[in-house]
């Protein structure tokens, strides 16, 4: 089981989508000022707006890389 997920920055109105096994530990990673070293970190507090469970990785990183 995967996901894609969007998160939403209200600092910046700003979305960002990606794909992980655990949204829940994935989003306390973009919110954490000590461990995220992504281009994420700036837009703290990210919410997470939606997950979308899909069948595995591959089909993931697929919806992922193509809403970018």
């Keep these: 089981m995967h996901f894609v997920y969007?998160?939403?920055?209200?600092?910046?109105d700003k979305y960002y989508i990606?794909?992980?096994?655990?949204?829940?530990q994935r989003l306390t990673f973009h919110n954490s000022i000590e461990d995220n070293t992504n281009s994420?970190?700036?837009?703290?507090?990210?919410i997470l707006f939606l997950?979308?469970?899909v069948g595995n990785r591959s089909v993931a990183r697929e919806?992922?890389?193509s809403a970018k």
């Design 51 to 53: 997950a979308l469970q």
């Design 63 to 65: 919806i992922e890389n």
């Design 40 to 46: 994420t970190k700036s837009g703290i507090p990210w």
């Design 6 to 12: 969007i998160i939403y920055s209200e600092k910046f």
């Design 18 to 24: 990606g794909e992980t096994y655990e949204t829940g």
